[in-house]
């Protein structure tokens, strides 16, 4: 079994920045697919970026490339998912998820992933 627990949230004006972590636990792999999703209230969860954590390669959905940062930290089991340029459209529930490593750049489902953090609030006001 994996554990997962997301933390970093918080409430923050548009255009600032946040630091989500993931941190695994439990019969962890050295080599997992870790994901991170978000759902804001009413809407479907929201695929947004993924990690390889064999070697760090990252995929992104478009919607958020080129504001939020996927980085890893190997020794602590940990997942940071890094979101700037915050909009009050990025408010929003978010999740992290882990799977095998096995096409981690086609995992965008939720039901690709087989654990699941509790998520973690991001509020962000105009």
């Known amino acids: 079994q994996v554990q997962l627990v997301e933390s970093g949230g918080g409430s923050v004006q548009a255009g600032g920045s946040l630091r989500v972590s993931c941190v695994a636990s439990?019969?962890?792999?050295?080599?997992?697919?870790v994901g991170w999703f978000r759902q804001a209230p009413g809407q479907e969860r929201e695929w947004l970026a993924a990690?390889?954590?064999?070697?760090?390669?990252?995929y992104y959905a478009n919607s958020v490339k080129g504001r939020f940062a996927l980085s890893q930290e190997k020794a602590e089991n940990t997942v940071y998912l890094l979101l700037e340029s915050l909009k009050p459209e990025d408010t929003a529930t978010y999740y992290c998820?882990?799977?095998?490593?096995?096409?981690?750049?086609?995992?965008?489902?939720?039901?690709?992933?087989?654990?699941w953090g509790q998520g973690t609030q991001v509020t962000v006001s105009a």
């Open positions: 998820a882990a799977r095998e490593a096995y096409m981690c750049y086609r995992a965008t489902f939720p039901s690709d992933f087989d654990y």
């Open positions: 439990g019969t962890a792999r050295s080599r997992a697919c």
């Open positions: 990690i390889y954590t064999g070697d760090g390669a990252t």
